[in-house]
């Protein structure tokens, strides 16, 4: 029987790995979010595998729900993660997988089940990534397996319909803006400053926070041309207050000028010392970015000009196109230096 | 002589590595922050190398300017990326380090000068990382040398003095809300979908929002009760739509709900296609996470009533606490059932 | 019995994860470095597990040294790479982990051994991390298998020796080399050791510094003969000394030797403590790895032949030709026995 071989081709997957510093906050408890991907990466092997075991599509098995999943447990770096996810149920078009996830402290030996999680997924064609493709049935060890699968699966679709009909509004937009205004493109992005940022002594290395700048600056001029967008120069920046471990970094840029071929993005780095409060939020950092946007052989591509709202705007405008034209004519003047 | 030894043992540094898909944006170009990322690599192992040659407090060079960076070419994927640095001005009190960028083509055997940079750092103590410590002199080729990196050096400094006093405004925060309220702790995060985030078919694993997720829930909680906090679990999350390579995710949380001892956040997760423009902003994923608070022990500690404002978040506040006691109850039973 | 209860305990264990843009080269061919640190962290977890299974001083397993290793087939992005590690000898100070590295695409099923690896670990106390302490025996199958892994031992300990003596220089461009030459391709790269590079007490995984050589030769490989080019085989590697967080490590490369269809690269790892100066720079690793060059149907293609300049590299070649000529020998005869 068909089922037989699937169910020996797919029967479980174990996914294990040491958490590192980069996996956990400072006190040392591995981020919930850590698990998660590490549920989710067991779940798509097992279930991307067993849906490619029939004739037909070459599929994939995209995530479609995860069931509530609580973490009975804090993990700690230095421990072993270990996921293990099997096959319990399939339906027509989807899978659910069961995950375990172990701790196990390598040192003293000691283990704990620290989460169970059930994931549905669904098979899309390679093809045609829109196409959902049958699911090769599983074999169960009686009918009351298959019954409380069935129970599963009914209830879930139940609340997947329920929750797509309920729709949360968009957090932060009041009213949504005019494209090439200021408003439009500007953007923030905040950071949890993680012990791969720092230095050994705890404070953030200066290149983390430039990377982070570009990042901001770049998404900021490609939601004004959304074409590919790279960065032209940066300004000077200065570095006045460290940031150390443990701060949440907010990094905002708006758009400040626009010459016929290149923007200027303003570029804000705020450090929130999340648990000493005391000392709290500060500007660590500003600068200015420019940005020119790139058709597809790498030639530079007119920039639709910004839209001012208001004096400020205008007055930021006028600043950044002193700064364009000093910039312009100190390359002239560095040009005719070399010839 | 003592600076000879030093211009011996720093005399400069190269750094070079690969240039990976995560490095670039989906056309292939590296990101102005990945070379900016670089360039302060070689700088802080230089800066640092020269301030410890000599006796006395050990210290590490932490970067406080650089200055205006042109970057003169695009790199590529595949393309390996040299940094030298060398210094080239010391002070009482700083380093000037210079940068030079050249991207390889191993394959062609092309190379290319795509950026110089100068950067100014300061040696702090490790035992004390706010006292600043004294530069070892470097020795110059000649006077001349020397007295062009003075104008420099002096240069800077009045730059720096000058953009210290310049403050620019936060750019988000209207009115500062009040400690405990929603809007205090609300916040959000925007990603830049990777190609290590994404399928081979150029969708984000599920995986990857969930951490996403996490992280920005993480932080709401933190910034509401100020101390360790951990995910105690999360609700059932659905992915109604796929997000594909190239678009930006903003993640936004909320505080909805507070008891005695957990902390109830929900997430919203919306995708921007940048590019294809046509498709619009949309609603992909939402859920809720708890969160618990921890001290030294791993025991868990009162959380602070959250403040509600308005109806809005009466309504919201109410919906949690039905969530919760229908998950508390539930938690009962299932502790019977197992007796 | 303690030794039944040891074997119980740490029978074996999984790793598996799927391979990402990141862990490739840009024709989608796995990095053997990747395979390497993949290797390396089952054999840490299951060595660590092992020595702690018995009262007296906790401890971790340090890599001691690394077995010749082939890479029998290519592996692609996407696929999944399982690791598997078991012991299979113990000496008194010191635990041989054999690990085998399968490639499953999970599409469409296929499986393929892509390497076998012998890896020896020595368990330091926690409490003193100079202090080397006593491993917990295994039990054997029979009296042949404990025979055999005492010859494994004897050998590995007498080349252990050798290579400790055997002392390469440092490697420095001279002049701008002609291609196909030694210092035309040569190479180096230095990286500045971060915590997620280091295990929880402080000195770097030695999966990370195999990756870093990893690269090394490749970009060495490619230089030389500008296609797509993938790790062979490694030689045996000998970890002679722990390197500490907060060093910077140079790793260089050079072109030893060439066959008609393979490159030999010798690898140098020099680690650097940039702030306790006084404990000066040390040889940490050598290596050899060894490099095939392939078309666009993964088929081997000719390699340009190497250019002596000097009596040195003549030395070299004829070193790396030894070693060739030996290795090809002892494949003959390994295939001949499983006839």
Same mark, same amino acid.
Request: charged share 30%; with cysteine.
């Given at each position: 029987m068909m089922s037989v071989s699937n169910a020996q081709a797919t029967p479980s997957i174990q996914i294990c790995r040491i958490m590192r510093p980069d996996d956990a906050n400072i006190i040392g408890n591995v981020h919930g979010g850590?698990?998660?991907?590490?549920? +989710? $990466?067991?779940? %798509?092997?097992?279930?991307?595998?067993? %849906?490619?075991?029939?004739?037909?599509?070459r599929c994939v098995a995209a995530l479609a729900r995860v069931e509530r999943t609580d973490f009975l447990y804090p993990m700690f770096i230095g421990e072993v993660a270990h996921a293990s996810a099997e096959i319990t149920y399939t339906s027509k078009h989807s899978v659910e997988v069961q995950v375990n996830v172990l701790s196990e402290n390598i040192v003293t030996g000691a283990k704990k089940v620290t989460n169970k999680a059930a994931l549905w997924y669904v098979p899309l064609s390679l093809q045609n990534v829109d196409k959902?493709?049958?699911?090769?049935?599983?074999?169960? %060890?009686?009918?009351?397996?298959?019954? !409380?699968?069935?129970?599963?699966y009914e209830a879930q679709k139940l609340d997947r319909l329920e929750t797509k009909e309920r729709n949360g509004e968009v957090i932060t937009h009041v009213s949504l803006p005019e494209p090439y205004t200021v408003g439009f493109s500007q953007s923030s992005l905040i950071h949890l400053v993680g012990p791969s940022d720092c230095t050994l002594h705890g404070f953030v290395h200066g290149g983390v926070t430039m990377k982070l700048m570009d990042e901001v600056a770049?998404? =900021?001029?490609?939601?004004? %041309?959304?074409?590919?967008?790279?960065?032209?120069?940066?300004?000077?920046?200065?570095?006045?207050?460290?940031?150390?471990?443990?701060? =949440?970094?907010?990094?905002?840029?708006?758009?400040?000028?626009?010459?016929?071929?290149?923007? $200027?993005?303003?570029?804000?780095?705020d450090a929130d010392p999340l648990v000493e409060v005391e000392k709290g939020?500060?500007?660590?950092?500003?600068?200015?970015?420019?940005?020119?946007?790139?058709?597809?052989d790498s030639k530079p591509l007119p920039v639709p000009p910004l839209k001012m709202e208001?004096?400020?705007?205008?007055?930021?405008? +006028?600043?950044?196109? !002193?700064?364009?034209?000093?910039?312009? !004519?100190?390359?002239?003047?560095?040009?005719?230096?070399?010839?």
């Open positions: 850590t698990i998660l991907k590490m549920i +989710e $990466e067991a779940g %798509c092997i097992i279930g991307t595998r067993h %849906c490619n075991t029939q004739h037909g599509d959902i493709i049958e699911v090769p049935p599983i074999e169960y %060890c009686g009918p009351e397996q298959e019954e !409380a699968g069935k129970k599963r770049g998404i =900021v001029a490609a939601r004004h %041309c959304k074409t590919n967008i790279v960065t032209a120069s940066v300004d000077a920046i200065n570095f006045h207050r460290k940031i150390k471990k443990g701060c =949440v970094i907010t990094v905002s840029g708006r758009m400040t000028f626009t010459s016929n071929k290149s923007m $200027e993005i303003e570029v804000f780095v939020k500060y500007r660590a950092v500003t600068a200015f970015f420019t940005y020119i946007s790139l058709d597809k208001g004096e400020e705007e205008q007055k930021r405008f +006028e600043e950044g196109k !002193a700064r364009y034209l000093q910039n312009k !004519a100190k390359r002239l003047t560095d040009k005719e230096r070399q010839q």
